[in-house]
């Protein structure tokens, strides 16, 4: 079954230091790759995608992810976070399953940055 | 994207009594999916909601347990039925709209608290 690992469970940076969170899934074949953010008290929102093409991908707020295959690899970063960057971040494969393409999240990474 | 409601939007049941959760999209969708998110987990795939027939239930739920309908393109419901204090937990409804890729987008959530 596919699967998508998320490395680091809570991450506590300085405003102004460059983030990176690492993703990784299980399957092998043509994936779609996404970012999702939950600020404190708000719903999920979509940070960016990865369906084809370039595999860096710009999304909101500064965001960027890289995709590389060879690795399973779906990275988030941003170069410089903000106070406003303090959410949870899960990354998530959307691949093909019983009954068809489901989305699958991984365990989600709390990012707490200090001002 | 799109306008996701529920209902309610948090409620404390008794153990042993049901709850119907109401999810209301303002957009033309493809696929409607119930998802759960425990205290401190991530997300997981409850089941796919079929209009006009039964859902599609992940691995570990049945649908005695989390009957779902769909009556229409933009409404479903998910009863949690005969609630224990292990069933407390965010229930979310997700969509993927039409004409669009496969991301999906989230409702606010209905937190659950079973006593």
């Known amino acids: 079954a596919q699967s998508v690992s998320q490395h680091n469970h809570h991450v506590i940076l300085s405003e102004a230091a460059s983030l990176e969170l690492g993703c990784n899934y299980s399957?092998?074949?043509?994936?779609?790759l996404f970012w999702y953010v939950q600020y404190p008290g708000q719903h999920l929102q979509l940070l960016l995608k990865y369906f084809s093409g370039d595999p860096l991908v710009k999304g909101i707020k500064g965001f960027e992810a890289e995709f590389i295959k060879s690795k399973f690899s779906f990275n988030l970063r941003k170069p410089s976070v903000q106070w406003s960057d303090t959410a949870e971040y899960f990354c998530a494969v959307n691949a093909p399953g019983t009954g068809g393409f489901k989305t699958i999240f991984g365990a989600g990474t709390r990012l707490f940055v200090k001002a | 994207s799109a306008v996701i409601s529920q209902k309610p939007s948090r409620d404390i049941c008794q153990r042993g009594t049901s709850l119907t959760i109401q999810c209301q999209v303002d957009?033309?969708?493809?696929?409607m999916f119930w998802y759960r998110q425990q205290p401190g987990q991530s997300l997981t795939l409850i089941a796919t909601?079929?209009?006009?027939?039964?859902?599609?239930?992940e691995s570990g739920f049945v649908i005695d347990k989390f009957p779902i309908s769909r009556p229409n393109l933009t409404f479903s419901t998910l009863t949690v039925s005969n609630m224990s204090p292990e069933d407390s937990s965010i229930y979310l409804c997700?969509?993927?709209?039409?004409?669009?890729?496969?991301?999906?987008?989230f409702g606010p959530g209905t937190r659950l608290t079973v006593l």
């Open positions: 909601a079929n209009q006009g027939s039964e859902a599609t239930y």
């Open positions: 399957y092998g074949g043509t994936v779609n």
């Open positions: 957009s033309q969708v493809t696929m």
């Open positions: 997700s969509v993927r709209l039409a004409g669009g890729y496969n991301e999906q987008f």
